[in-house]
């Protein structure tokens, strides 16, 4: 929901995310959600999100 594109191709295991491809100066929007991998594959509602401009990549880390 809220418009966004799902960057990452399988879960990510971890607290961090390497965003690549964007370009230097141009306004984008990230949030996250959870997932559970056992049987129900319950997903979360999208994190708040964070509006960056890059200078080459970000790195978006989501603990807490």
Same mark, same amino acid.
């Given at each position: +929901? &809220? &418009? /966004?594109?799902?960057?990452?191709?399988? $879960?990510?295991?971890?607290?961090?995310?390497?965003?690549?491809?964007? =370009?230097? &100066?141009?306004? @984008? %929007? /990230?949030?996250?959600? %959870? $997932?559970? =991998? +056992? #049987?129900?594959?319950?997903?979360? *509602?999208? %994190? !708040? $999100?964070? %509006?960056?401009? *890059?200078? &080459?990549? #970000? @790195? #978006?880390? /989501?603990? !807490?």
């Amino acid at each position: +929901g &809220g &418009g /966004f594109t799902k960057l990452n191709s399988a $879960v990510i295991a971890k607290t961090n995310y390497k965003v690549t491809g964007l =370009t230097n &100066g141009a306004t @984008y %929007s /990230f949030a996250a959600r %959870s $997932v559970d =991998t +056992g #049987v129900l594959a319950l997903e979360s *509602p999208n %994190s !708040n $999100v964070i %509006s960056v401009k *890059p200078g &080459g990549y #970000v @790195y #978006v880390d /989501f603990r !807490n």
